[in-house]
Every structure is written in structure tokens, then in C-alpha cells.
């Protein structure tokens, strides 16, 4: 009896152990980032994981802007756009899905095909045509076009939210509708307030595009305008050749302080965002 | 099984040429039975409504109609004429002392040309639907009256959009957003493929025109520019495809093997573990995948520490590494299985995310009376979860697949200027072994300026992509699912 | 229709250029200008705006400052060139490509707008080293105000491991270095640098009428090398214990360690070099090599950096004037202060302190024997795997008949056409 238990014991130890070897190796080039991001030395660390000299040097200087790194300015930028992205985006997303899911009209079928055709082309390739389409509504250089950028055609992203609206009973819509409601009060007084894990999960994708992107950011804030950059340009243009060693531990700095929100937000909107991708990626 | 798949696919698209039909069938009915408003509607798109006594409607479509007038007018013509030859008038400049200005002639740009002409054919097109759906309407209109009921007054009208046209109002905007930032932009890169637009034809400076076929010739190496081109394509796309594959499978059955693990009843304090894994994914892509391309570089930390236990030496010595480094990211097979690996690092805890979702709704009866019945713990992962999970997470596979072989970011990010071939055919051809189609393409267009060809192969990933797609979604979702939980 | 139109617009602007452009007065309106300049120089490029609105009290500017880093102007600006900026810099390699689309001011064209600072396209080519001015020209025309002449590479090492006498040539020097257990470091995988080999046997390269890039480095120099001998020394070379290829761009990085007693590398690294080498700081020209038993100088690439006027400027008049005054003698002056960078301009060259700069002074010495790289595009990848190649080793230095393949699968790479 004894026997078995240290036994079982035993096995959970390994258990444990096993996950925590895996942490570790997910963890280990998140560490070397906050920790380069405190090295005093400002290139790039390559003969120890740890930094000669611990210092948060990085970190003052990415709140007191030069002309190269203008952090805080970055940091604005980026969460202006991220919070318009965001809104349009998951209106979009959520009025597509509510349409194809739960209304039927003739044209359904064939918008839906056209939208799983539309996702299969390489959109890196159309970047050149949206710029000079923005370019001729004056729109390059401008907040404006990128949000329109990353929101206009978020729409085509509705098939994990529609996935969701599918499990949405049939019968609630019915009994609704019988009662007299319009089909836009179902929308927003039944359907939207039942489906919290996918709002959630599609305010949370859709808010973390801005904060990823530096292709198409690079392309149309291209007048060089330093403050006006978003985190992602600005940091990615500190790993230029003749800027990385005076701006490495910056850019891990940089990195860090941009990780950091984003983390919590996920951590906290945890259960939702499982819920809400798994809701969806059910039906795929 | 077969059969009926095909039959289904067979079935919508008669269904949707069915509905042209219809459509067309109505217009011309309308137009001949019509009276003689409705005829007047062909012209002048307010007169149906004007009869009906709708004044505000027919204003409204007069307003349209003048609007798709002067649009015609003003700015299609401006462009449309010289679609046929992507324009003639070279650029020239006088400079103005007078002034200290420089003076342009009228001249053409091929690319605004192609992109406005086709912006005007998109705005035509759904001009004409809705000009004939309007007659349809309008006929629809005198039908009404003419058996005497009620016909509806604006506010009614606009009321119905709240009801059963709802969908109207909910997908307008987001149609019109992909319409002018997706739809448009790739119909003009299929038309790239048949211009002659490259380094020696940019706009505004140079013209570009139609060359047929060309550019699909050279890419299938049928006597175009370069000798390497179709060899470089060949290997590419190889590499595309087997990326692709091992980058959805590794990332896949690893996602399920962290859930199962983190979601076993011998872990302890699963949340924090969980939340460990996560941060992985909250770290920006470029932040991430830029910080382990240094860690692992050649003279990188990785290297130094390999160096230093020794292990650089003995790989030298069984003759795995020839270079006084280990060319983690720099040397083809090595660049390969690091990248599959790094990305297994960052897909992994997104997977887990999913597969934890899933596992969670398991069928629990079933569990239970397996359980009951006395399977080990590994039948009933093989017999019952994992039979779940592949039916349940099957059709995002097709699409992680999809996603993985336009997956710009992972090799972009960890191969760009880090990474040097030493294969002098592919370098001919301004190609890598590590390099995706998309990151290849993406090099053309951002570093050598060959929209052409870049858009050459764009097609061919698409036609990949798409056929790929449909054979996958055929087998994998059995028919339309959608009713299986309403 | 449209002819006759073309005609009689060519006809008024024709006649607006014969009328006399004496005394341009200062008209009302703003002129807007913008200017791209490389990161580290934002803060100068400021000052020299405002000094250029001072010299000019006149005419009202409204100057914007962007950031565009030499090495990449070319990328952004011919995405969208109505949209790059009036006046740019970049780094001379880019010049043909930047003509060909368009992007650069003929400046024979507009060079008469400099009589409104008294100034002269003459006085430009004048004040200017003759190099500079010949690699800023294609077809005997001026295309862009030569700022820079520092955009080359020479030898920096350290004196207190190193003596004169080791760093004459490769041999000596990595047996110094070896002997010192330490490395001498230089990035082979770059058609940049490891063209130094072959221009100092001899080959060279240059641009066809239609774009594409001539080459010779398969067949016999008219120095009587051939092609397949530089490409033994380069594998001798990198086959050394102490020698490391370095991949391009992480030399700084490399010389932090403090593991390169040497290093092939340019002015950009010069402030790095000081820290780590003290008071062992020096630098020289590149080396010589062997080939059999000569010993060959190394060659190399000539680079500049350049001050253009956007050929879609709207205000190509005052663009070129502020161009001419960013690249002016004071200018050039202010740049060597403040971001010790080498001029072009003849008087400051000749200046003591620009002598006493150790980097400055190196790199003119190894001007003796730089060219002016004249390459299209389709030059960079085949090159730089090439460098790569001999880099690990992967050709044998025995093996004659494999190295000529080499070479001849480079050549016909480089020489295809541009498409």
C-alpha cells in the first residue's frame, strides 16, 4: 500500500518536473529579452546569456526620445490605432458572421465561397495596389488609411465568429421572432450578449494587429517621419545595420514594455479567449 | 461517398448559375411586360417611383444615377480609354527658372491607369446590378398597384432593412471594405501577370503594356529571361509544401500533447503553468522571432555557449558542421529543421489554447463509461479524445495549412539578411533554399521591383492553395455542417 | 487631340525657359520641402535647414526632416517616388538604379537654380575630389551633390598585437595573429567586399547601355591573373585558423567581443574600434595578398554618399539649392565635426584635422587603389553567394575545373537580364 503510493508520488513529480523542463525551454528566450533589456551595454550580448552589468539604463533612455527611438510617441500612436482597429474591426467581423450565420438570403453562399477564395491569395502581394489606392485618396501617411488597412477588409476573419453564432440555438431566434422582434433586436439584445467569448476573442485579435505589423505599417507611414511611427516600425528600424548596437538592449527594452500589456490582457481575457476560438474553430 | 461529395459542389455551383439565371430571366420579363414607366426606369432609374407616387426613392436613384454619370465622365474616361494600352505619353520635364519649378507634360502612369480602369469596371459592374435590379423592382412596383394593395412609403421601406433585409445593412460596409482593400488590389495583381511591369518599366518614369503569356512562360522555364528561374520555383515551392505540412503537424500534435499534459489531474497549479506558456504568444512575432534569430546566429549566444561546452567541436569532428560555428540558421537542412523547430516554439502554446478549449467539452458520459467498462487511460485517448479532437479541430487544420503556406512572418523574420545561400543557381534567380514562395515574391517586389513575375507566382500559390483547399475541405467536412448544433 | 495639346504645352514652357531668369524674386508662397537623411544625422540635417532659411530670408521655407537610412533609400524611395522626399541622401551604389526610375534630378538641367545662392553647377564639380564628382555622374551629366567620401572600407587594427609590418599583408597578418591567438575578421559573403579581391587583381565590372552588369572575373585580367587564382587566395585565405568570415553587418558586433585584433571594416565602426582597441587604435590600408608568389595589393570599393533632388520635385529649383547647401564646404565641415565623417570637399580633405583622423586617413590611403563600383542589380546575390561559398569552403582551392564552374555560374547569374 505504501509502496504504491510513493509510487504514484513519484509519478507526479515526474509529471511536474516534465512541465517545468518545458517551461523552461519556452521561457528561456523570453528571459534573455528582460534580461538583455537590463545590460548596461547597449549592443548586442553575445559571449554570456546573463549581462556583464545590470543596469535600466535602456529603459530611461526609451522615455527620454532622441531623434531615432521615440518610444513613448510610438506607444500612443500605436494604441490610437490599435483602438480604432479594434472597434471596426469586430463590428465587421461580427456583422458578417451574424449575417451568413444566422440569416439566409440568396446571395449567402456564393459571398462565402468568394470570401474563402479571397483569404487563399497571398495578401503580401496585393500591398503595392492598397497603397497606391490609398494614395489616391490621399490616405498614405496618415492614421486613417492604416486603420482602414488593417480594419476595411476584416471582414473576411468571420469564420471562427460565425462558428460560434452556429451554436447559438435556432429556437431562441424563432421564439424571438414570433414575438415580433426585428431581426436587428435579435442582433443586439439576444445574439451579442450571449456571445461574450467571442467578442472578447475578436476584440482581443484584432487589437494586437497594429502592434504586430511593420510590413504594411512600413509601407504607408513612409515619409520618414520618426514620430509618427508605430512601436513596430520603430522598433524594427533599431535593428538597422548601423543602429544595432547603439539601440539593441533598447529594442529588448522596447519589447518588453510592449509584451507586458498585452500579457495581462491575455491573461486575464484567458477563459474568454478559449472559449470564444474554441466556440468557433469547432466548426471551423 | 465520393459521388455525393462531388455531387454537392456540383449542386452549388448550379445553384449559383441558377440564380443568374433567375436574375436575368426577371430583368428581361420586367422589361417586356413592363408599362411603360418601368421602360422609362431603363433611362431615367427614379421614373418607376416617381409614378408611384415614392418621390423621396425616385430622388434618391436620380441622385445615383447622376452620381455613376459623372463618375463615368470625369473619372473613368480619364482612364478607361487607355486601358487596351496601359497608356502612351512618356514623361517629360522642362525645368522653370522663372518659377524655380519643374514643368511635367500630361503623361500617363500604366499602373494608375490599370488600377483606376479597374476600379471603374468594379464600380460599372455593380452599377449594372443595381440598375436592373431597379427595373426588376420598379415592375415588382406596378404589380402591387395594379392588384390594388398597399404601396409601401419610404419609412417602410427603410424599416425593412431592419427586418428582413437586415443582412443588407449588416454586410454592406464590411463588403465594400473588402471589395476596394482586398478584391480590387488582387484582381490587379492577376493582371500584373500579364503586363511587362518590372525595374525597367516603373511608373511614373517608364511605361508598362500587355505580354500575354510571357511571364508564365519564363517561369516554367520555357525559354523566358533567366535559365534559373523555373529551377529556383521548382525548389521553392518543394520547400513551400513540406514546410507547410510540418510546420500545421508539429504544431498541431504538440498543441494536444501540452493540453493533455497541463490538463492532467496530476498537475499541479495548472493555471500558473498555463499562463507560463502563454506569454510566449504575447510577445509581438517580430520582437520574438528577431530575439531567437540573434540567439541562434552564427556568432550568436547559442554558438558561444556550444563552443565552449565543446559541442561545436564534436559536431566538427563526426563532420556535421564544417564551419567554425554551428550555421543554426545559416546553412540549408540545419536553417530548415531550426525553423521548424523555432516555430513549434511559437505555434505550439496557441494550439494549446485551442485543444484545451476542446478537451474541455469531451464527451463526458462517454469518458465515464469507458472508464466503468475498464479501458486504460491510453485507449481512451486513442479510442475517444483523439477521435474528438480530429473530428472537432479537422477543418482548422485545412486552414492552418492554408495560413502556413502564406506564412510570411516566421521565415521573413528569421532568414531575412541572416541567411546566405550557397547555391549559385538559386542565388541566379535571387532565390533561398529557406525562402516560401510569399517571401520570395515579397523579395522580387521589394528589392528587384519584379511585380511581374512576383504576380506570376502569386497566381500559381493561389491555384496551390486553392486546389489543395478544395480537395481537403471536401474530405475532411462531410458535407454542410452548420445545422449540427442549431 | 492630344499631340496638339503636347505640342503647345512644350511650346509655353519652351518659351518660359528662353525668357530671361534674371533676378528671380522672392515670391510669396511657402516653399515646402522635404529632406531624408540618415538616422544618426537628424540633428545636424536640423541645424543646416535652419541656417539654409537664414541664408535666405527672402523666401519662406517649411523644411520636414525624415529618416531614411542611406544604405535603404533606394527600397522606399522607388516604391512611390512622387512620394519620396525633394532632397535624400544615399549611399552611391544606388545611383543607376535611382537614374534609371527616374528618381534623381538631371542636375545639367537644373543647375542654373543655383545662381540664386551665387553659386554654379561648376563651382560644385570644382570644389568636389574628381572621383567623387565622376562616381555622382552617369553619362558625363551630374546627378547628385557628392557629400561623403567615407563609404569605403580599409583595415583597422590593433597596434599593441600588431606591428606596421604585419598588417602590409594577409600572410603576416594572420600569422600574427595566430600567434596572438587572435582572429582577423572580414565579411567575404557581400559582393561589396569580397569584390576588393578581384579589383585588385585587376577585373572589373561595369554597366551595360540596357542595365545589365558586365563582369570579367571568369576569364584573364589585363593584369594577368585569371579568375580562378583570386578565388585560391580568397580560400587560402579563409581557410586560415585566424581568420573569420564574418557574415555583413555583424562586424561591430564581432569586434565588441574583442576577439578581432583586425578587422576589414569602414568609418561607421570607427568609434567601436576605439573603444575596444584604446590606445592601440589604428587602421591602415587593406593589405596585400598572394597569388602564387606575388604578393597583389588588394583593391576596393570606392563609396560615397550622396545628396539627390527628387526628379518628381515639385520645387526641383529650391530642392537643389538646399541639396547644394547641405553638401556645401561648411556643410561638409559640420558633418566631419560633429558625426566625423569624411568629406569630399578638396579643402577639407586637405585640412590637418581631417589628416589626423586615423579612419579618414586610412581610408585615403587606400584610395590609391579603390574603384568606383558601376554593378546592376542582379550583381548582389549571385555575389554574395560567391563569398559565402569561399567562406566555408565549400569549393577546394585544388580544384581547379570546380572553381572555374564557380566563377562561370556567377558571370552568366550576374549578367542576365534586368527584368
Not at chain 2, 464600380?123 to 390594388?148: D, P, T
Not at chain 2, 546566405?420 to 517571401?439: G, H, I, R
Amino acid at each position: 500500500m505504501k509502496k504504491m503510493k510513493s509510487n504514484r508520488t513519484s509519478t507526479i513529480v515526474l509529471h511536474n518536473l516534465l512541465i517545468a523542463v518545458l517551461a523552461v525551454i519556452w521561457l528561456v528566450p523570453i528571459v534573455w529579452l528582460v534580461c538583455t533589456s537590463f545590460s548596461a551595454y547597449s549592443g548586442m550580448n553575445t559571449s554570456t546569456f546573463f549581462p556583464k552589468e545590470w543596469s535600466i539604463s535602456s529603459y530611461i533612455k526609451l522615455f527620454h526620445p532622441d531623434t531615432v527611438a521615440q518610444f513613448p510617441q510610438w506607444f500612443l500612436n500605436t494604441f490610437i490605432i490599435a483602438c480604432f482597429t479594434c472597434v471596426i474591426s469586430t463590428m465587421f467581423v461580427l456583422m458578417v458572421a451574424y449575417a451568413t450565420s444566422v440569416m439566409r438570403f440568396p446571395m449567402r453562399k456564393p459571398l462565402m465561397n468568394l470570401g474563402v477564395i479571397l483569404n487563399l491569395f497571398p495578401g503580401m502581394l496585393a500591398m503595392i495596389a492598397v497603397y497606391f489606392t490609398l494614395k489616391s485618396f490621399n490616405l498614405t501617411n496618415s492614421y486613417v488609411g492604416l486603420i482602414m488597412v488593417y480594419s476595411a477588409s476584416s471582414g473576411l476573419g468571420y469564420l471562427i465568429a460565425k462558428g460560434f453564432f452556429d451554436t447559438v440555438p435556432r429556437a431562441l431566434c424563432e421564439a424571438a421572432r414570433i414575438d415580433g422582434c426585428s431581426e436587428a433586436r435579435i442582433f443586439f439584445q439576444m445574439v451579442l450578449p450571449m456571445s461574450r467569448p467571442i467578442i472578447v476573442y475578436t476584440v482581443i485579435s484584432s487589437f494586437l494587429v497594429p502592434w504586430m505589423d511593420f510590413v504594411y505599417a512600413k509601407m504607408i507611414l513612409n515619409a520618414g517621419i520618426s514620430s509618427k511611427y508605430t512601436v513596430a516600425i520603430g522598433l524594427f528600424k533599431m535593428l538597422d545595420k548601423s543602429l544595432i548596437n547603439n539601440y539593441f538592449t533598447q529594442f529588448c527594452a522596447g519589447g518588453v514594455l510592449v509584451s507586458i500589456p498585452i500579457s495581462i490582457l491575455f491573461i486575464i481575457m484567458q477563459k474568454f479567449y478559449v472559449e470564444g476560438i474554441t466556440g468557433g474553430a469547432v466548426k471551423g | 461517398m465520393e459521388k455525393k461529395e462531388r455531387g454537392t459542389a456540383l449542386l452549388a455551383v448550379k445553384g449559383f448559375f441558377a440564380v443568374i439565371a433567375g436574375f436575368f430571366a426577371d430583368f428581361g420579363r420586367a422589361v417586356s411586360e413592363g408599362d411603360a414607366f418601368v421602360k422609362l426606369s431603363l433611362l431615367w432609374m427614379g421614373a418607376g417611383y416617381f409614378k408611384r407616387k415614392q418621390y423621396i426613392k425616385a430622388l434618391l436613384m436620380t441622385i445615383l444615377e447622376a452620381a455613376a454619370i459623372i463618375f463615368t465622365v470625369k473619372f473613368a474616361m480619364s482612364y478607361v480609354p487607355k486601358f487596351g494600352t496601359l497608356g502612351t505619353v512618356q514623361m517629360e520635364k522642362v525645368f522653370n527658372m522663372k518659377t524655380m519649378k519643374s514643368e511635367f507634360n500630361d503623361y500617363d502612369n500604366s499602373f494608375t491607369i490599370l488600377l483606376f480602369s479597374l476600379f471603374s469596371f468594379v464600380v460599372w459592374f455593380a452599377f449594372l446590378i443595381v440598375w436592373m435590379r431597379n427595373v426588376i423592382h420598379v415592375y415588382e412596383l406596378q404589380k402591387m398597384a395594379e392588384k390594388g394593395k398597399h404601396i409601401p412609403t419610404f419609412l417602410e421601406d427603410l424599416r425593412a432593412y431592419k427586418e428582413e433585409k437586415f443582412h443588407i445593412t449588416l454586410l454592406t460596409l464590411p463588403v465594400l471594405g473588402i471589395a476596394i482593400f482586398t478584391f480590387i488590389p488582387i484582381l490587379l495583381l492577376i493582371l500584373v501577370a500579364f503586363t511587362n511591369y518590372d525595374q525597367n518599366h516603373m511608373p511614373p518614369n517608364s511605361l508598362f503594356t500587355w505580354v500575354g503569356f510571357d511571364n508564365f512562360m519564363s517561369l516554367f522555364g520555357g525559354g523566358g529571361l533567366t535559365v534559373t528561374f523555373g529551377y529556383a520555383f521548382i525548389r521553392v515551392l518543394g520547400w513551400t509544401l513540406v514546410w507547410a505540412f510540418f510546420a500545421t503537424i508539429t504544431t498541431y500534435i504538440g498543441g494536444i500533447l501540452l493540453s493533455l499534459l497541463l490538463n492532467s489531474k496530476n498537475t499541479r497549479m495548472p493555471k500558473l503553468w498555463r499562463t507560463l506558456f502563454i506569454v510566449t504568444i504575447a510577445v509581438p512575432q517580430f520582437v520574438s522571432l528577431l530575439l531567437v534569430r540573434n540567439f541562434f546566429s552564427n556568432g550568436g549566444i547559442v554558438n558561444t555557449i556550444c563552443s565552449n561546452i565543446g559541442l561545436t567541436g564534436f559536431l566538427r569532428d563526426i563532420g556535421l558542421v564544417s564551419t567554425s560555428y554551428i550555421p543554426f540558421l545559416s546553412a540549408p537542412g540545419w536553417a530548415h529543421v531550426m525553423i521548424i523547430l523555432i516555430n513549434i516554439w511559437i505555434g505550439v502554446p496557441y494550439q494549446m489554447l485551442i485543444a484545451t478549449g476542446v478537451l474541455m467539452n469531451l464527451p463526458s458520459d462517454q469518458l465515464e463509461s469507458a472508464r466503468v467498462d475498464g479501458a486504460s487511460k491510453f485507449q481512451i485517448f486513442r479510442k475517444i479524445t483523439m477521435p474528438y479532437l480530429l473530428f472537432v479541430t479537422g477543418p482548422a487544420l485545412v486552414t492552418d495549412f492554408v495560413k502556413n503556406i502564406n506564412n510570411f512572418n516566421v521565415i521573413y523574420l528569421l532568414t531575412e539578411n541572416v541567411y546566405t545561400t550557397t547555391n549559385q543557381a538559386m542565388a541566379n534567380s535571387q532565390a533561398k533554399e529557406v525562402d516560401l514562395l510569399v517571401t520570395w515574391l515579397f523579395r522580387l517586389t521589394q528589392d528587384y521591383y519584379n511585380y511581374k513575375m512576383a504576380s506570376a507566382i502569386g497566381i500559381v500559390v493561389f491555384v496551390i492553395c486553392a486546389v489543395f483547399t478544395l480537395i481537403a475541405f471536401n474530405r475532411m467536412i462531410k458535407g454542410d455542417r452548420e445545422g449540427t448544433y442549431q | 487631340m492630344k499631340v496638339t495639346k503636347k505640342v503647345i504645352a512644350a511650346a509655353i514652357t519652351t518659351a518660359m525657359v528662353i525668357a530671361p531668369a534674371a533676378g528671380v524674386q522672392a515670391e510669396e508662397e511657402t516653399i515646402s520641402l522635404t529632406v531624408w537623411g540618415a538616422e544618426e544625422d537628424q540633428t545636424l540635417l536640423k541645424e543646416l535647414t535652419d541656417k539654409f532659411q537664414e541664408a535666405f530670408p527672402d523666401q519662406k521655407f517649411d523644411i520636414q526632416i525624415g529618416v531614411e537610412s542611406e544604405s535603404t533609400a533606394k527600397d522606399t524611395i522607388l516604391t512611390d517616388v512622387e512620394a519620396a522626399a525633394d532632397v535624400y541622401s544615399f549611399a552611391s551604389d544606388q545611383l543607376t538604379d535611382l537614374v534609371n526610375a527616374g528618381a534623381l534630378m538631371n542636375l545639367e538641367e537644373v543647375g542654373e537654380a543655383l545662381s540664386v545662392a551665387g553659386r554654379s553647377l561648376d563651382d560644385v564639380k570644382n570644389d568636389n575630389v574628381e572621383a567623387s564628382v565622376e562616381a555622382a555622374s552617369v553619362d558625363g551629366s551630374l546627378y547628385a551633390f557628392p557629400r561623403a567620401g567615407d563609404n569605403g572600407y580599409f583595415l583597422y587594427y590593433d597596434s599593441s598585437v600588431l606591428t606596421e609590418e604585419d598588417v602590409a599583408s594577409w600572410d603576416s597578418l594572420l600569422a600574427a595573429a595566430e600567434k596572438a591567438g587572435k582572429k582577423v575578421g572580414m565579411t567575404f559573403a557581400s559582393g561589396w567586399y569580397n569584390a576588393s579581391f578581384f579589383y585588385g587583381a585587376g577585373f572589373t565590372t561595369g554597366l551595360n547601355e540596357d542595365g545589365t552588369t558586365a563582369i570579367d572575373w571568369n576569364g584573364t585580367s589585363p593584369d594577368g591573373y585569371t579568375g580562378v587564382q583570386v578565388v585560391q587566395s580568397m580560400l587560402n585565405i579563409a581557410a586560415n585558423p585566424a581568420f573569420m568570415a564574418i557574415a555583413d553587418g555583424d562586424i561591430s558586433n564581432q569586434l565588441a567581443t574583442g576577439e578581432l585584433c583586425a578587422c576589414v571594416s569602414g568609418t561607421w565602426d570607427a568609434i567601436t574600434a576605439q573603444g575596444v582597441y584604446g590606445d592601440g587604435y589604428a587602421a591602415t590600408k587593406l593589405p596585400t595578398y598572394t597569388i602564387g608568389d606575388e604578393q597583389v595589393q588588394q583593391g576596393s570599393v570606392a563609396g560615397y554618399k550622396f545628396v539627390g533632388v527628387n526628379g518628381f520635385s515639385e520645387n526641383a529649383g529650391w530642392a537643389t539649392v538646399l541639396a547644394d547647401f547641405i553638401t556645401s564646404e561648411e556643410s561638409q565641415q559640420e558633418f566631419f565635426n560633429q558625426r566625423e565623417s569624411g568629406p569630399t570637399n578638396k579643402n577639407i580633405i586637405d585640412s590637418e584635422e581631417v589628416k589626423a583622423n586615423i579612419a579618414i586617413a586610412a581610408l585615403a590611403e587606400q584610395s590609391a587603389y579603390s574603384s568606383v563600383q558601376m554593378v546592376g542589380g542582379k550583381y548582389w546575390d549571385p555575389a554574395q553567394t560567391l563569398g559565402e561559398l569561399i567562406a566555408q569552403g565549400s569549393v577546394s582551392a585544388d580544384d581547379e575545373a570546380a572553381i572555374q564552374e564557380t566563377l562561370d555560374t556567377l558571370v552568366e547569374g550576374v549578367t542576365a537580364p534586368v527584368e
